[in-house]
């Protein structure tokens, strides 16, 4: 049985898939990644950085999968690929940088109204840049 991963956004909204997983036919085996401390995902207090967010989320990648992420979860499903590429049958990035700089496309910067909107979320996430360019 092929297995689907799929990693939400910073929000860490796990209904965002839900549509999508009661699409999918039932020969996929399909798994939700939520992120200690975010959404509904009690925290976890071992988790002291970005660095040990992404160990615990590209942890949980640990058999042959296609990669389905959305926003912040594309930066994990990349480091994933860039890491244990062996494991990695698909990869599906949607609405997100997957760590590359942006800055050259003028985008705006999501944090400032992101910290309003979720004021519980680590200080270190905010703060975070992670960058995969090379």
């Known amino acids: 049985m092929e297995k ?15 549509p999508l997983i009661e699409f999918l036919p039932e020969k996929y085996e399909k798994q939700i990644i939520g992120y200690p401390g975010f959404g509904n995902i009690a925290e976890d207090t071992s988790l002291k950085n970005f ?9 949980k990648i640990n058999s042959e999968s296609i990669l389905i992420a959305q926003s912040m979860g594309g930066i994990f499903a990349v480091n994933k690929a860039f890491t244990d590429a ?5 990869l599906v990035l949607i609405a997100t940088s997957g760590g590359i700089d942006l800055t050259p496309f003028n985008v705006q910067d999501w944090r400032t109204e992101y910290q309003e909107q979720y004021p519980r979320y680590p200080e270190w996430f905010m703060t975070t840049n992670v960058n995969y360019d090379e």
């Open 4 to 18: 689907i991963v799929f990693l939400p956004g910073a929000s860490g909204n796990l209904d965002f898939w839900k």
């Open 86 to 90: 062996s494991l990695i049958k698909g």
């Open 51 to 59: 660095s040990d967010l992404e160990e615990y989320v590209t942890g």
